[in-house]
């Protein structure tokens, strides 16, 4: 489930949205909530897995330690970098170490 949001968020909060409880339906049982918290935790740690912080360059963490993708802000070269899972790059593609 973590990381498809495409059709869940949209409909997560529309009262219209098919499998929403509706007036006049039977109680909601568990599952309804652990599924929409489970979901919401998904979402949670994939973005804080795509945005690795900000600090200095010597500061960044180690690029495999991220997702490919992740972004960090090196605030001593004013910019941010990606981890392209072996290396952090610069938006040019320089390898930033």
Known sequence: MAGDYNFTI?????ADA????????PPLDANYFNEREQLL?????DITQVVAGKGTVAQKPLPTSVVVGAQYYATDLSKP???DGTSWRDASGTIIS
Do not use: A, E, T
């Not at 949209?10 to 529309?14: G, K």
């Not at 098919?18 to 339906?25: F, L, N, S, V, Y």
């Not at 935790?41 to 740690?45: A, K, L, N, Y």
């Open 81 to 83: 970098i990606w981890s």
């Open 10 to 14: 949209r409909n997560f909060y529309n």
């Open 18 to 25: 098919p499998g929403h409880p509706q007036i006049g339906d």
């Open 41 to 45: 935790q998904d979402m949670v740690s």
